[in-house]
Nanobody, 124 residues
Framework: QVQLVESGGGLVQAGGSLRLSCAAS????????MGWFRQAPGKEREFVAA????????YYADSVKGRFTISRDNAKNTVCLQMNSLKPEDTAVYYC?????????????????WGQGTQVTVSS
């Protein structure tokens, strides 16, 4: 089992940047596929980015491709989401998620562990 705690959210103007971090408990972090999801008010939680166990493979939603970068540090049990060129439509609660496995997955129902979320608000 793994516990996840996100940090780094906040208020930023359109065009700005934020870096989200997710700290994971336990000594088996490198065995988990890690993902970021987001949920805007009145909308379903949607996939943002995911990363393989080694960090060698990354996947992004089309809406964030080229603007967001997911990375992980297995020695520090952390996964980060660097968000650049932010837009008002990026406003949402961002969640870190984890699942044990070999194949990177991008759907919400396939992740077993979730953080509490961190609010990102982008003003126009």
């Amino acid at each position: 089992q793994v516990q996840l705690v996100e940090s780094g959210g906040g208020l930023v103007q359109a065009g700005g940047s934020l870096r989200l971090s997710c700290a994971a408990s336990g000594r088996t972090f490198s065995t988990y596929i890690m993902g970021w999801f987001r949920q805007a008010p009145g909308k379903e939680r949607e996939f943002v980015a995911a990363i393989s166990r080694s960090g060698g493979s990354t996947y992004y939603a089309d809406s964030v491709k080229g603007r967001f970068t997911i990375s992980r540090d297995n020695a520090k049990n952390t996964v980060c989401l660097q968000m650049n060129s932010l837009k008002p439509e990026d406003t949402a609660v961002y969640y870190c998620a984890a699942v044990r496995g070999l194949v990177v997955v991008t759907t919400r129902r396939e992740y077993d562990y979730w953080g509490q979320g961190t609010q990102v608000t982008v003003s126009s």
